[in-house]
């Protein structure tokens, strides 16, 4: 649909979502726009406003978008505000560096469309600063041995909880697959498993008002009840994916006892600024994030993950046009 004046940000999707109850297709950018959305024509933004609400609750397949957020705004691509309000939950990957404006901003985009936020407390990378603490360790500066960094390690992403005002909490871990190993050592990776992932069960049992996610390899644990608690379990092998033939490989192999697969979703990356990762989110000539909506909008998933949001915030004509089309295509509007 055309019109003779197309405001930017959040008002250009309230006046397609009036129209289509959702989200918008035909974009045009023009010289004119305005400061304040809201100033352009109050009843049609709040019209919009009360539609994208109950579009939260109509059993559409939910998108997460991971958004690398800032302690402070060097510019618009720095905004919560900025970001399409038609994504489900925004996964803000910097817990720990919530400035005021940031969260001010979280609370009107939840207040204003129903928008969640989450972070992610991931095994791989607290291992990871364990082991680069451990190789400039000296002895007039020793580093806690690694089970008692994660418990602290844990102990502290978890209290980022309140702090941000978050929603959700994520729980990342793929473990391995240890079908080969002797029992000693299955032993040992089970141990690591539950020292983990119990904080997690405490902590969604503690809260159970609150969202919680899980993103992992469901194959790789050796109790998967973890994943009962969970609202939504994305498969971490999916954003490898190199067509949507493998999505029901992957499926399949974490289809195993006790992993609820009507939970399951699939994540897919988004393309990027950096020159030397020019193939992220292609598959070929098409964008992988739409490859992977057009799959799972009839396919066996609940939910699409979207890596590198912040990225796609990026364009002369269109902010954040992959995301928007991505999400377009898992659920169009209704005409």
């Known amino acids: 649909m055309k019109k003779n004046i197309i405001m930017t940000g959040a008002f250009a999707l309230a006046a397609a979502a009036v129209l289509t109850s959702c989200d918008w297709t035909d974009p045009e950018p023009v010289d004119l726009t305005y400061d304040n959305i809201t100033e352009a024509d109050p009843d049609l933004y709040a019209k919009y ?3 994208i609400r ?33 994504i489900d939950v925004l996964v803000l990957t910097h817990p720990e560096a919530m400035g005021q404006g940031t969260l001010d901003e ?20 607290i291992r990871k600063a364990w082991e680069l603490k451990k190789e400039l360790e000296t002895p007039a500066s020793p580093v806690a041995e690694w089970s008692a960094f994660m418990a602290d390690s844990l102990k502290t992403a978890l209290s980022h909880f ?7 909490i994520i729980c990342a871990y793929d473990g391995r697959d240890v079908s080969a190993y002797g029992e000693a050592e299955k032993a040992a990776e089970a141990a690591e498993q539950k020292a983990f992932i119990e904080p997690f069960k405490q902590w969604a049992a503690a809260n159970e008002d609150k ?14 009840s973890i994943l009962d608690q969970a609202g939504t379990v994305f498969l971490s092998e999916s954003v490898n994916a190199t067509n949507v033939h493998e999505y029901a490989y992957i499926i399949g192999r974490n ?7 009507g939970k399951f979703a699939i994540i897919a990356a988004l393309p990027v600024l950096d020159e030397s990762q020019a193939s992220a989110g292609h598959w070929g000539n098409d964008y992988s994030s739409w490859a992977a909506a057009r799959w799972a909008r009839n396919g066996a998933v609940c939910a699409l993950g979207l890596y ?12 954040y046009p992959v995301c928007r089309g991505a999400i377009q295509t898992l659920n169009p509007a209704a005409k």
């Not at 309140?162 to 959700?168: C, P, V, Y």
């Not at 969202?211 to 998967?224: E, M, R, S, W």
């Not at 915030?313 to 269109?318: E, G």
């Open 49 to 51: 406003l009360k539609n």
């Open 162 to 168: 309140n702090g941000g005002g978050f929603d959700r």
């Open 308 to 319: 590198n949001l912040s990225d796609d915030y990026y364009n002369p004509q269109f902010v």
């Open 255 to 261: 289809s195993v006892q006790g992993a609820p697969a």
């Open 211 to 224: 969202g919680f996610d899980f993103v992992g390899i469901p194959a790789n644990l050796f109790d998967p």
């Open 54 to 86: 109950e579009y939260r609750d109509n059993g559409h397949k939910k998108v997460y978008a991971w958004f690398d957020n800032k302690s402070s705004f060097a510019s618009q691509a720095d905004h919560v505000s900025a970001v399409p309000d038609s």
């Open 106 to 125: 979280i609370d009107a985009k939840r207040s204003d469309t129903g928008m969640q936020t989450a972070y992610v407390v991931d095994y791989a990378a």
